[in-house]
């Protein structure tokens, strides 16, 4: 059965804190993604990584790196947390080179900046 | 940039009636995926459509991409409570190689 799993389903962190967000897939998915989810704002993509070691921007990286060190495991970096990256963030990952296959979430992490 | 809009924003209905949320892009896309969140969980894969004009059936769950690849729809058939949740349109552009999500529909369903 296919699996994404994040690191920790809850996160308080205080201003200024550097944060990691792991997650791992077992899947053997060339593609992981980043998302945050806040109320009204649907999903917003961070970063993706369509390789080992290779990441593209999403629509709001500001803030963020990511790490892509094994092909399972993507992490998600906020250097210095802020309050307004206080959200929900979700990975994914997806099969093959094309990029509109199903994507898989994991359980998301739910990260609170004080 | 493309956008994706969905509508309506919220629906609540009660059981046994049905539901339709409705996906408009500005532009041609590649194809459209549709995805369900249970309150508190993640995203969950429905379906895709690639084809102009394709219907899709899932059990009671109707899906539909417009003849110009523009606009798509999920219609529920006599909802149930099991059906609440929020959902997700996503749509592919294939030229610019992104997926353009919606903002959702959330459905609630009273007994």
């Known amino acids: 059965d296919v699996k994404v799993t994040q690191s920790s389903r809850y996160l308080v962190k205080r201003t200024g804190e550097k944060v990691f967000l792991e997650c791992v897939q077992d899947?053997?998915?060339?593609?992981m993604f980043w998302y945050r989810q806040d109320p009204g704002l649907g999903l917003r993509l961070i970063y993706f990584?369509?390789?080992?070691?290779?990441?593209e921007k999403g629509d709001i990286p500001e803030g963020y790196s990511v790490s892509r060190e094994k092909k399972e495991r993507f992490s998600l970096i906020l250097e210095s947390a802020s309050t307004n990256q206080t959200s929900m963030y979700l990975c994914?990952?997806?099969?093959?080179?094309?990029?509109?296959?199903?994507?898989?979430f994991g359980p998301g992490t739910r990260l609170t900046v004080l | 940039g493309q956008q994706v809009m969905q509508i309506p924003q919220y629906q609540h209905v009660q059981e046994g009636e049905d539901f339709t949320t409705y996906c408009n892009s500005s532009?041609?896309?590649?194809?459209i995926q549709w995805y369900k969140q249970r309150p508190g969980g993640h995203p969950v894969f429905l379906i895709q459509?690639?084809?102009s004009g394709e219907v899709k059936k899932q059990k009671r769950l109707t899906f539909q991409f417009g003849e110009a690849k523009k606009n798509s729809s999920l219609h529920i058939t006599a909802t149930q409570t099991t059906d609440v949740g929020t959902y997700f349109c996503?749509?592919?552009?294939?030229?610019?190689?992104?997926?353009?999500w919606g903002l959702g529909t959330s459905l609630a369903v009273n007994p």
């Open positions: 994914a990952s997806l099969s093959g080179r094309f990029r509109f296959n199903e994507q898989f």
């Open positions: 459509l690639v084809k």
């Open positions: 532009t041609t896309l590649s194809n």
């Open positions: 990584s369509y390789d080992v070691k290779m990441k």
């Open positions: 899947m053997d998915h060339e593609n």
């Open positions: 996503a749509g592919y552009d294939g030229n610019n190689r992104k997926l353009i």
